[in-house]
Structures are given as structure tokens and as C-alpha cells.
């Protein structure tokens, strides 16, 4: 079983910076590809990145290349999601997840545990 707890949202203007945090438990937390997902009011849960095992594969929506980074402290059981450029559309509650495999996915259905969220609102 693995817990995870994201920390880190808030509410920020258009063109700033968040880092989100997500510890989890766990003895073994470099086994588990982790990933990032958000939920706008109103819409379906979405990717947004994740990030392989061992730190080295990572993917990103569309709509966040280039602007988020993902990445992870093995030592600290700890994945963050480094968030600049914030827009708008951003706005959603940013969930952290993890897989019980290596290997990175998109797909919300293969992940196997999910924190509760926190909050991210970006004002214009």
C-alpha cells in the first residue's frame, strides 16, 4: 500500500511559479512510476506528466510542455511538479499518483494510488 499527500497549490497571478509536492510512503518508492493529473470544475480528470522509477523517462500533456517539470527525490520519497508560467486554464485541483510498475503512463486508469489533491488557481 502506498499513502501519497501533495502539498504546495495555492492560488497565484498569470506568469507565476508553483512547485508541488507529493510524499509517499513506502519502502520500495523508486519502483513506482508516479504522475501528475488535474481536475477543472466540471471536466474529466487529465493527464498533465509523469515520471519513470528511476527518474530517467519523463512525459508531458501538450499543454504543459515546456512550462512544468517533473521530477523526483528517491531518497525523499517525494515527487514534485515544478509549474511556471501559469495560466488561467491551469486552475484545477492537481492530484499526485503512483503505479505499482516502472514505467511511465498517461492513463489515469493505470494508476493504482491517488492522493487527494491540492488546490491550484491561477487569477488573470
Known amino acids: 500500500q502506498v499513502q501519497l499527500v501533495e502539498s504546495g497549490g495555492g492560488l497565484v497571478q498569470a506568469g507565476g511559479s508553483l512547485r508541488l509536492s507529493c510524499a509517499a510512503s513506502g519502502r520500495t518508492f523508486s519502483n513506482n512510476a508516479m504522475g501528475w493529473f488535474r481536475q477543472a470544475p466540471g471536466k474529466e480528470r487529465e493527464f498533465v506528466a509523469t515520471?519513470?522509477?528511476?527518474?530517467?523517462?519523463?512525459y508531458y500533456a501538450d499543454s504543459v510542455k515546456g512550462r512544468f517539470t517533473i521530477s523526483r527525490d528517491n531518497n525523499k520519497n517525494t515527487v514534485y511538479l515544478q509549474m511556471n508560467s501559469l495560466k488561467p486554464e491551469d486552475t484545477a485541483l492537481y492530484y499526485c499518483?503512483?503505479?505499482?510498475?516502472?514505467?511511465?503512463?498517461?492513463?489515469?486508469?493505470?494508476?493504482?494510488?491517488w492522493g487527494q489533491g491540492t488546490q491550484v488557481t491561477v487569477s488573470s
Open positions: 499518483a503512483a503505479r505499482r510498475l516502472r514505467i511511465v503512463s498517461v492513463a489515469t486508469s493505470e494508476y493504482d494510488y
Open positions: 515520471i519513470s522509477g528511476t527518474g530517467i523517462s519523463t
